[in-house]
């Protein structure tokens, strides 16, 4: 496991350019509104986790931990845990927390720190990072010291981009069944995403009034369906949605089904590379609407997909328009779908 560390540190070369002491009133690296804002609506950083067996029998582990943020609001979020290890999964976890019971830990973990600022290679770059360093004595009543460290960033706050926990027997003393060993390291940070123009408290408000919404597409070739979806039973967890089809004179009714407010609130959004957001008030057959535009670009089959997308602000959870273009062979293919009606109880 020290060769391990040793290599990891050779590889990402880390370079100390200031340093301070920093006792019981250390900064944080964040504050609760930074992390809030990054993490909206949700977020899923992949870390791989590199540990060893007790003293006596020193076993390097490697898992993947997958950690996701989601329905992220102003009163705070839940924090889910899924990992594999040899190709096996391990058992996944959530826990939901309170912003203020996420600062207090974030305090207490690094009261005392030591802070310097560092340069380190972390996702293929270097990235200018604030590094903490902690010192526990007796952390068990029987001797054990620890060692702990962060490394944050600015650019992503709310997310560790690296911890080390490193725990010291007393003399003649084994840690039988622990890993006194544990490092930690971001491998990717996904789901970048636009911010939406309410939170999820807002979009239950507004489904709890059981809407139907009907949207008329039409596709490349002059094809066009009209899609009817009604809403229901929102609660804490999600809702239920039944939506059919109407092409010409045939029917196809739909069956009930359960979404969560994480799949929903991922699919109004786009990602935030290649994106640019803006404000536009549109006429549609249902009616005039005060929307968030959020437009986002990206390669796709040697050519520049493009996708818009209107958010209405008044209304939460509701997409009033959407058009994409997935160019064929240098040929524009338009796919567009907008708002034709809404009822609200």
């Known amino acids: 496991m020290r060769y391990a560390i040793t290599l990891c540190v050779a590889l990402c070369p880390l370079m100390i350019t200031h340093a301070q002491d920093k006792p019981n009133d250390a900064p944080l690296p964040y504050t609760q509104e930074q992390a809030r804002e990054f993490l909206l609506p949700w977020r899923t950083a992949i870390y791989t986790e590199t540990s060893n067996g007790n003293m006596s029998e020193v076993r390097e ?13 102003d009163d705070g979020f839940t924090l889910a845990e899924t990992n594999m290890e040899e190709g096996k999964a391990g058992r ?18 690094l009261k005392d720190a030591r802070i310097s600022d560092v340069k380190r290679t972390i996702m293929g ?22 060692t702990l460290q962060y490394w944050f960033s600015p650019e992503f706050p709310g997310v560790f981009m690296r911890r080390e926990v490193n725990d010291k027997p007393a003399p003649g003393r084994d840690i039988v069944g622990t890993e006194p ?10 789901v970048s995403a636009c911010k939406l123009p309410w939170t999820q408290k807002q979009i239950q408000e507004f489904y709890a009034k059981a809407p139907q919404f009907t949207w008329e597409t039409s596709e490349p070739y002059g094809d066009k369906f009209k899609t009817v979806q009604g809403v ?11 939506e059919g089809v109407v092409r010409g004179d045939d029917k196809v009714p739909g069956k009930p089904h359960k979404v969560t407010w994480e799949r929903l609130l991922e699919s109004l959004t786009v990602p935030l590379k290649d994106s ?23 390669l796709r089959g040697g050519g520049v997909q493009s ?16 058009v ?12 567009t779908k907008v708002l034709t009606e809404l009822k609200v109880e």
């Open 61 to 73: 582990r490697v898992r993947t931990v997958t950690l996701e943020w989601r329905d992220v609001t």
């Open 92 to 109: 996944p976890w959530a826990k939901t927390y309170t912003w203020q019971a996420h600062m207090d830990s974030l305090q207490a973990d």
């Open 125 to 146: 770059r270097e990235m200018d990072l604030k590094h903490y360093l902690v010192k526990r004595a007796d952390i068990d009543g029987e001797g054990t010291s620890r």
């Open 181 to 190: 060993e544990r490092v930690m390291e971001i491998n990717s940070l996904a």
């Open 232 to 242: 229901s039973n929102a609660n804490d967890e999600g809702f239920t949605r039944l």
């Open 276 to 298: 640019k957001s803006s404000e536009e008030t549109i006429e549609t057959p249902a009616g005039k609407f005060k929307c968030v535009v959020l437009e986002h670009e990206r």
């Open 307 to 322: 996708t818009k997308v209107w958010l209405s602000m008044d209304h939460p959870g509701l997409m009033v328009k959407w």
């Open 324 to 335: 994409q273009d997935a160019p064929s062979k240098g040929e524009p293919r338009v796919t």
